[in-house]
């Protein structure tokens, strides 16, 4: 038996590239000092997604939500080797809290419609939530296995997966379909494959047309471009309100009961130091930090 993925997932600010540069002393930031990158634990929900498909077969879609330039992971969802790849992309999908975005999505997985499981990151670094895998399963009436780090077996309409804690770990059974947010303890992403890059080099989405005619002189008009690439199937679908059976005052900011309410700004000074003791342990103990942290790995 094969099985059908769906595996969400965002792109973020490169936390590890915060410093004096990026935030100031009045608490100003300058968002172009940080470049996007894959939310680290989505990588690792797409890592599972490839490991099944290896084992049973089937498709892997992957989908995210946000501005044309979340393409870029697109993209490289593509060169990790997903099958099929949508960008939910619409000035009405802005400002958008949790619920929300876990509305336009569950409502582009329902366009979608053949899924066996929907994998996910357990959090995006932005926020740290932790929310919306958990509440798209609940819009979709589906069971979930939260804290995913391995998957055991698959057999039917069943499925055996180890969920990771703190303080332990447990087996879990559980009917299909359903969801499954990956924790950052699951296996990394593997190395991106030469070949896919070759054949998935010039995937993109409408916008980004112009510059590819321009760069590539076999390419003498954007219509022919997008003839090559619909034959190959090299162009990113990107989805918009209007394609979405939605509910638009669901979507976005008028949509999201959630309001900041405060925001306050921290600004890193480079006085600020710890000491790490010259042992193996002590090593050991800062690069678990450093990784938990996400300024390595």
């Not at 342990?281 to 938990?292: D, M, S, V, Y």
Request: glycine residues 6%; aromatic residues 6%; charged residues 25%.
């Amino acid at each position: 038996m094969t099985y059908n993925s769906i595996v969400l997932v965002k792109q973020v600010p490169d936390t590890r590239t915060v410093t004096g540069d990026v935030m100031s002393k009045k608490g100003t930031m300058n968002r172009s000092a940080m470049p996007a990158i894959f939310n680290p634990e989505d990588l690792n929900a797409l890592e599972m997604a490839l490991q099944v498909r290896e084992r049973y077969g089937g498709q892997i879609t992957v989908l995210t939500m946000g501005p044309l330039k979340a393409a870029d992971i697109l993209r490289d969802a593509l060169f990790h080797g997903a099958d099929n790849v949508i960008l939910l992309s619409d000035r009405k999908f802005a400002g958008a809290d949790t619920q929300a975005t876990a509305y336009t999505l569950k409502s582009a997985i329902q366009k979608i419609g053949d899924f066996d499981l929907i994998f996910c990151g357990r959090q995006a670094i932005d926020g740290d939530t932790a929310q919306v895998g958990p509440q798209v399963a609940e819009k979709l009436n589906l069971p979930q296995i939260t804290y995913t780090e391995s998957i055991a077996s698959m057999d039917g309409d069943e499925i055996i997966a180890k969920r990771a804690f703190d303080l332990g770990s447990e087996i879990v059974k559980c009917k299909l379909p359903c969801l499954l947010t990956v924790v950052g303890s699951a296996d990394r992403i593997r190395p991106a494959s030469a070949r896919k890059r070759i054949e998935n080099k010039l995937a993109a989405i409408p916008s980004e047309y112009p510059a590819i005619v321009e760069k590539w002189a076999e390419f003498e008009t954007e219509t022919a471009l997008a003839a090559y690439l619909t034959e190959r199937n090299l162009e990113i679908t990107v989805w918009t309100a209007a394609d979405l059976d939605v509910n638009e005052d669901q979507l976005g900011l008028s949509g999201s009961p959630t309001q900041v309410y405060k925001v306050n700004y921290v600004v890193l000074e480079s006085t600020e130091s710890k000491e790490v003791p010259p042992t193996k342990e002590g090593i050991r103990e800062l690069i678990q930090e450093l990784i938990q942290e996400y300024i390595v790995g």
